[in-house]
């Protein structure tokens, strides 16, 4: 099992409550930190309150150096270290993080901390202190051997990844050769609507394809049309790695404040992750 730094008795609000029990050791994390985003400079997105509580849950954003069209770098804005902040892996950041953050809050009794924690899997096993583990640009990454071969570990010890914000022919083929880093003999399958994960805590039978906040009016990104919700599976059927190609659920969550930005694929995209965290914390 994954290294876990919370005890949780989870009991949803939503009809079923499910407690679940986890022993978990008492290692020491790296303390919270916050970068410069793509997005959002540092700063600008106010901290919650309880930005430096201990809790039970942290949503762990990964860390990961720029890939082939890693445009901030290109257009000049940032060709430096990516641990430093201001590549993709900041897209969102970190506002979609605490929108979510409230709705897990609002939805569940996970005890969580309102802020995200980054985590880079570079950092020796500081990475093993959490079950879930999140990234967006998933198609545009320039994830290293030595990443690959610390995500293999973590997820065989029962850690989980949420893959995000991949579009078109493209994308999904840098993420699939990405992933051959980490499992070169797991194949990428489709989720079946019956698995497991999509009925955690919501029914989401009837799932859609979920635009960026940029692609509204078109309705999808490069030649991405039409949402596929994929995993790699570990030899019990376990989802490891969930997929969600042609969809920015990050997106979903960043704008959920925006009435610009249609309810509908922000409500879809935050019981869609809530799923899936109650999903890592049991499976």
């Not at 008795?9 to 029990?21: K, N």
């Not at 919650?48 to 069209?69: C, K, T």
Request: glycine fraction near 10%; charge should be negative.
């Amino acid at each position: 099992m994954v290294r876990r730094k919370w005890i949780g008795r989870i009991v949803l609000l939503t009809g079923c409550a499910a407690a679940l029990l986890t022993t978990l050791h008492a290692f020491q994390t790296r303390p919270f930190h916050e970068y410069p985003g793509v997005e959002y400079s540092l700063g600008e997105i106010p901290l919650p309150a309880d930005w430096n509580q201990p809790a039970e849950f942290s949503f762990v954003r990964l860390m990961f150096p720029g890939g082939w069209n890693d445009g901030y770098c290109s257009t000049g804005r940032f060709c430096g270290d990516f641990r430093l902040g201001l590549s993709l892996w900041t897209q969102d950041y970190p506002r979609a993080d605490r929108h979510f953050l409230s709705a897990v809050r609002r939805l569940t009794r996970i005890d969580t901390r309102s802020v995200e924690q980054v985590v880079n899997l570079e950092d020796g096993d500081e990475a093993y202190n959490y079950p879930w583990v999140y990234a967006v640009q998933v198609g545009e990454w320039g994830l290293t051997p030595a990443e690959g071969k610390v995500m293999r570990d973590y997820l065989l010890r029962g850690g989980f990844f949420m893959a995000d914000d991949l579009h078109g022919t493209t994308e999904r083929q840098v993420f699939a050769d990405s992933m051959k880093l980490v499992f070169p003999d797991r194949p990428i399958v489709e989720l079946d609507s019956s698995d497991a994960i999509f009925h955690t805590a919501f029914d989401l039978d009837d799932r859609y394809q979920i635009p960026g906040q940029a692609h509204l009016r078109l309705g999808y990104k490069a030649d991405g049309i039409g949402g596929h919700w994929q995993a790699i599976l570990d030899d019990k059927g376990r989802v490891m790695i969930a997929i969600t190609t042609n969809s920015d659920v990050g997106d979903s969550w960043e704008y959920a404040d925006d009435p610009y930005y249609p309810e509908r694929f922000s409500a879809l995209g935050i019981r869609l992750g809530v799923n899936y965290i109650l999903y890592a914390m049991t499976h």
